[in-house]
């Protein structure tokens, strides 16, 4: 079986990791080497069986702790070459495997493919890993807006991190002077809650099991009012998975992820 862990998610740092079969893929590595190995051991995840790093794009929130992280764990890092770019310096002695939309890249049992989003990075991608038993987890965020390369990627998923960013009226009374509001809901920003419903329920299906909210703004969302937003939506679109919505500060318990038969077994029963 597949397993999803949300250590953390937010402006403040975001890293996801999906295990199966005793190997372990990183998402993104948004904290310190140090606080993701707290936030494991809180959640029962064994970093010793990390195989790779998959990185989203440069941002702090995405990658500060990749380069120590990989050093010690002795791991590849898998991304874009535009990321790779911005960051290997800091990386030195740590294996590059290019990441793309034509460039799947694989990691012990994982196979991961990727697209471009848009976003104010050098070569920022929304994810796909392929765990061995057949589920298929989608990692989306930092999306300025849902571009088709995005809902192609994510269609026909067992499971989504999809990014819910602000609630837009939280956003319109927060006290950010236009220009930055505009900045956060334009094409080179962040997904709104109701961006993300319309999304979910655009790429919904049968073997959908899972979906985790993510990448929240302090200051213009909450998880409750995230949830408000997406979950009727969803479930009208016919979902009768698990909402998760991803914190900031502390990880979920982790998120058992059913490969499609399964999927439909645990409905159909
Ligand atoms: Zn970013
Ligand atoms: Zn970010």
Same mark, same amino acid.
């Given at each position: 079986?597949?397993?999803?862990?949300?250590?953390?998610?937010?402006?403040?740092?975001?890293?996801?990791?999906?295990?199966?079969?005793?190997?372990?893929?990183?998402?993104?590595?948004?904290?310190?080497?140090?606080?993701?190995?707290?936030? +494991?051991?809180?959640?029962?995840?064994?970093?010793?069986?990390?195989?790779?790093?998959?990185?989203?794009?440069?941002?702090?929130?995405?990658?500060?702790?990749?380069?120590?992280?990989?050093?010690?764990?002795?791991?590849?890092?898998?991304? +874009?070459?535009?990321?790779?770019?911005?960051?290997?310096?800091?990386?030195?002695?740590?294996?590059?495997?290019?990441?793309?939309?034509?460039?799947?890249?694989?990691?012990?049992?994982?196979?991961?493919?990727?697209?471009?989003?848009?976003?104010?990075? +050098?070569?920022?991608?929304?994810?796909?890993?392929?765990?061995?038993?057949?589920?298929?987890?989608?990692?989306?965020?930092?999306?300025?807006?849902?571009?088709?390369?995005?809902?192609?990627?994510?269609?026909?998923?067992?499971?989504?991190?999809?990014? +819910?960013?602000?609630?837009?009226?939280?956003?319109?009374?927060?006290?950010?002077?236009?220009?930055?509001?505009?900045?956060?809901?334009?094409?080179?920003?962040?997904?709104?809650?109701?961006?993300?419903?319309?999304?979910?329920?655009?790429?919904?299906?049968?073997?959908?099991?899972?979906?985790?909210?993510?990448?929240?703004?302090?200051?213009?969302?909450?998880?409750?009012?995230?949830?408000?937003?997406?979950?009727?939506?969803?479930?009208?679109?016919?979902?009768?998975?698990?909402?998760?919505?991803?914190?900031?500060?502390?990880?979920?318990?982790?998120?058992?992820?059913?490969?499609?038969?399964?999927?439909?077994?645990?409905?159909?029963?």
């Amino acid at each position: 079986m597949t397993t999803l862990y949300a250590l953390g998610s937010g402006s403040r740092g975001n890293c996801f990791a999906v295990s199966c079969h005793g190997a372990t893929l990183l998402i993104d590595a948004g904290f310190s080497a140090k606080e993701i190995q707290r936030r +494991a051991a809180v959640a029962g995840l064994m970093l010793d069986e990390v195989v790779g790093i998959a990185l989203t794009h440069e941002h702090g929130d995405h990658a500060c702790g990749a380069a120590r992280l990989a050093r010690l764990l002795d791991v590849p890092v898998l991304t +874009a070459p535009g990321t790779w770019e911005r960051l290997c310096a800091a990386m030195e002695g740590a294996e590059h495997r290019s990441l793309g939309f034509a460039t799947p890249a694989v990691a012990g049992p994982f196979r991961v493919r990727a697209c471009r989003t848009s976003h104010d990075a +050098a070569e920022p991608l929304a994810l796909v890993v392929e765990a061995p038993d057949g589920a298929s987890i989608g990692v989306a965020y930092d999306l300025g807006r849902p571009t088709a390369a995005v809902r192609y990627l994510l269609r026909g998923l067992t499971a989504v991190v999809l990014e +819910a960013n602000h609630d837009d009226v939280m956003l319109r009374t927060s006290g950010y002077p236009p220009s930055v509001q505009q900045r956060i809901a334009g094409a080179g920003g962040h997904l709104s809650n109701r961006a993300a419903a319309e999304l979910l329920a655009e790429i919904h299906h049968d073997g959908l099991g899972v979906v985790v909210l993510a990448h929240l703004s302090q200051r213009c969302n909450g998880a409750g009012e995230a949830r408000a937003t997406v979950e009727p939506v969803l479930r009208r679109a016919g979902f009768r998975g698990a909402l998760h919505v991803a914190l900031q500060d502390a990880p979920l318990s982790p998120m058992p992820v059913f490969a499609p038969e399964r999927a439909q077994m645990a409905l159909d029963f």
